[in-house]
């Protein structure tokens, strides 16, 4: 069983930059991929970016590539979403995701999420 608890989100102004961060516990947390998502109200949860559990492989939607930054730092048991140049478009709530496979069993956890409003 893996706890996720994002933190750092807010009322920011565009053009500002935001880091959230997810917290990890319960689990070794260097075997599951991180991922970021967002949903705003009234769409679909969209996917934004995940880091491999080495921190060696990224990816991210094309929608925030080259704004958002995904990391991680293994030793705290953390991963980040740097967002830089916000717009009111990135106004939703964000939510990160642990997920690792073995063999035919999967392990997918989420966290409950953090508000990010920008404000133009």
């Given amino acids: 069983q893996v706890q996720l608890a994002e933190s750092g989100g807010g009322l920011v102004q565009a053009g500002d930059s935001l880091r959230l961060s997810c917290a990890a516990s319960g689990a070794t947390f260097s075997s599951y991929t991180m991922g970021w998502y967002r949903q705003a109200p009234g ?17 991210y939607s094309d929608s925030v590539k080259g704004r958002f930054t995904v990391t991680r730092d293994s030793a705290k048991n953390e991963a980040y979403l ?36 920008v404000s133009s």
Avoid: H, P
């Fill in 43 to 59: 769409k679909e949860r969209e996917f934004l970016g995940r880091i491999d559990g080495r921190g060696g492989y990224t990816e």
């Fill in 82 to 117: 740097q967002m830089n140049n916000l717009k009111s478009e990135d106004t939703a709530v964000y939510l990160c995701r642990a997920t690792k496979k073995i063999f035919s069993r999967t392990f997918d956890y989420w966290g409950q999420g953090t508000q990010v409003t």
